[in-house]
């Protein structure tokens, strides 16, 4: 036997409850649960929706502003500073191996170690 989640009070405190805000409050939502807790969530989910619209709209605008029509002279210029290519010198930039001046090399192997050549 589990004992139950109602609070006990004496017949005084439990006067003095039903005539307080939170008494009365609960009283209503046993009678009427939709009208008293329901209807104000909904309505605070609705409003805070249209309120945080505002805070969506600024990320979108900023977002905006990063993309933008080009016109043709800066889409000439943009064409005519472009560095040249090549697969090799961007492998080792993105490697950060391009700022080293340096060779593979072999590393040598003592003389009874194999040279492991398959």
Do not use: C
Not at 92 to 110: F, M
């Amino acid at each position: 036997m589990s004992f139950g989640s109602k609070k006990f009070r004496s017949k005084r405190e439990q006067l003095a409850y039903d005539a307080s805000l939170a008494g009365k409050y609960y009283k209503r939502l046993k009678g009427n649960p939709f009208l008293y807790f329901g209807l104000p969530f909904l309505g605070m989910m609705v409003i805070s929706s249209y309120w945080l619209a505002g805070f969506t709209a600024i990320k979108y605008e900023r977002d905006d502003r990063h993309v933008q029509e080009m016109n043709e002279e800066e889409l000439t210029k943009l064409i005519k500073n472009r560095r040249k290519f090549d697969i090799k010198d961007e492998f080792y930039r993105l490697q950060g191996l391009a700022e080293e001046d340096w060779e593979p090399k072999r590393v040598e192997r003592l003389d009874d170690e194999s040279e492991n050549v398959w």
